[in-house]
């Protein structure tokens, strides 16, 4: 069974820096795509961003390129999502999801908070 | 980069009746293998995003077949053709042609 598990909830300060992950299991992790997903409260949902675990190559919109790092390591089938300085605007909800195309399987969401 | 605009935003429906969802893209969504990525998902209140359709008219495995998509190009619609209570949620479509991916603004199915 196909499974993304992401780390738990984050409270973070203004310019503190932040690593969350999502764990796949099930599939063969390096050979498929794992995006990552922003969805502010209640909005939409927002790409962010792209990873191909087998050769880190990496796309992001260009609403976040520069403002997260995505990454990857393929030996514990992990992909990454990382802030260097975080913002009280930072604070959503993030999706990691499988597949370039069409996005099939999601992981359940970690909940960032960023508040002084 | 690819706008998506989904309408209506918000759709109050009677149980057991029709549901129609358009989305258009700002550019062709054909992709140079000759596929359309354009796909729609669902995300009940509290929930992650789940998979409905893939391709325009793929429906995933255990997806009602009261859901069905259609379209081509840049105009693509989501039906449910009887809607039921479970299927109360927020509607995406997305593009996955072209880089970056974009997501339609959502439209909220709600029950009359």
């Known amino acids: 069974e196909v499974q993304l598990v992401q780390s738990g909830a984050e409270v973070k300060k203004p310019g503190e820096s932040l690593k969350i992950s999502c764990k796949g299991s099930g599939y063969t992790f390096s050979s498929s795509w794992i995006a990552w997903v922003r969805q502010m409260p209640g909005k939409g949902l927002e790409w962010m961003g792209i990873?191909?675990?087998?050769?880190?190559?990496?796309r992001y919109s260009p609403s976040f390129q520069g403002q997260v790092t995505i990454s990857a390591d393929k030996s514990i089938s992990t992909a990454y999502l990382q802030w260097s300085s975080l913002k009280a605007s930072d604070t959503a909800m993030y999706y990691c999801?499988?597949?370039?195309?069409?996005?099939?399987?999601w992981g359940q969401g970690t909940l960032v908070t960023v508040s002084s | 980069e690819v706008v998506m605009t989904q309408s209506p935003l918000s759709l109050p429906v009677t149980l057991g009746q029709p549901a129609s969802i358009s989305c258009r893209s700002s550019?062709?969504?054909?992709?140079?293998?000759?596929?359309?990525?354009l796909n729609w998902f669902q995300q009940r209140p509290g929930q992650s995003p789940r998979r409905l359709i893939y391709?325009?008219?793929n429906r995933y495995p255990g997806v009602p077949d009261r859901f069905s998509g259609s379209g081509s190009g840049t105009d693509f619609t989501l039906k449910i053709s009887r809607v039921e209570a479970e299927d109360v949620g927020v509607y995406y479509c997305?593009?996955?042609?072209?880089?970056?991916?974009?997501f339609g603004q959502g439209t909220k199915v709600e029950i009359k």
């Open positions: 997305m593009q996955g042609t072209h880089w970056p991916r974009t």
């Open positions: 391709k325009v008219s």
């Open positions: 999801a499988r597949g370039g195309n069409s996005p099939d399987y």
């Open positions: 550019q062709s969504l054909v992709y140079s293998d000759g596929n359309t990525y």
């Open positions: 990873i191909y675990p087998g050769d880190s190559d990496t």
